[in-house]
């Protein structure tokens, strides 16, 4: 059964980091396309950033939204299975409940209705 876990949210102050995990089971995340969103109190879920799948490529393409670029950095950890979003210089309008969510196909893509499969999401609040 597909399983994914979001961990390592919390609260920071403006300026800080923060690195999330997206630990998957179930499946081998190396061979799906996988996403990080997050959705504000009362706004709609968007798209952070994605990865493509690598199959047997050790440089699987990136996708980062405008607004995250240079300061996020999505990772992928074969052997632990597990997707990873570093995220720097934390400003307040970064806060909202960070989920992860997978994708069987190749390509990845910051629109979150084409992912079928979604972790529960962990919370990251940034103060100012």
């Known amino acids: 059964q597909l399983r994914i876990v979001e961990s390592g949210g919390g609260l920071v102050q403006a300026g800080e980091s923060l690195r999330l995990s997206c630990a998957a089971s179930?499946?081998?995340?190396?061979?799906?396309?996988m996403g990080w969103f997050r959705q504000a109190s009362g706004k709609e879920r968007e798209g952070v950033s994605c990865i493509t799948s690598g199959g047997t490529s050790n440089n699987p393409s990136t996708v980062y939204d405008d607004a995250v670029k240079g300061r996020f950095t999505i990772t992928r950890d074969t052997v632990r299975n597990t997707v990873y979003l570093q995220m720097d210089n934390l400003k307040p309008e970064d806060s909202g409940v960070y989920f992860c969510?997978?994708?069987?196909?190749?390509?990845?893509?910051?629109?979150?209705?084409?992912?079928?499969?979604w972790g529960q999401g962990t919370q990251v609040t940034v103060s100012s």
């Open positions: 969510a997978a994708n069987p196909k190749y390509y990845c893509s910051l629109d979150p209705s084409t992912y079928p499969s």
């Open positions: 179930g499946f081998t995340a190396q061979y799906y396309a």
